[in-house]
């Protein structure tokens, strides 16, 4: 996969998980170094931020809270049964999920999430 396909599939799946929970964001921002690629949003108060649960686990927590049907607990139970290192199976835990929410909380959209970065990134 080339990184132009990297990211528009990236792009695509953190929109659809952003729209599934009904979380507002600016844009897509690409990865700049020293920053992450992700959605830029502005909390209330707040700088503006990038949020990107595939690749932060802080990300993910809150995406985890503000879709409560799909059981992360099972997600990470398969994740325990990958060979390889922690990484991966971080990175397994964090792509499934967030798939997993977009296939399963659409009936969720009506419930606006609310994102605040106020515990710092893991």
Known sequence: MNTSTTFKTEQQLLEMVAHAIAFNFLMYVHETYPHQSGLLYKPPGGRQRV????????????????????????????????????????????????RAVTLSVVPMAETPAVIDNATPAL
Do not use: K
Not at 74 to 96: K, L, M, N, P, T
């Open 51 to 98: 949020w990107n649960p595939l690749l932060n686990n802080a990300d993910l927590l809150q995406l985890a809270v503000a879709a409560p049907t799909v059981n992360l607990h099972d997600i990470i139970a398969q994740a325990a049964a990958i060979d390889g290192d922690e990484a991966a199976r971080h990175a397994y835990v964090r792509e499934a999920f967030v």
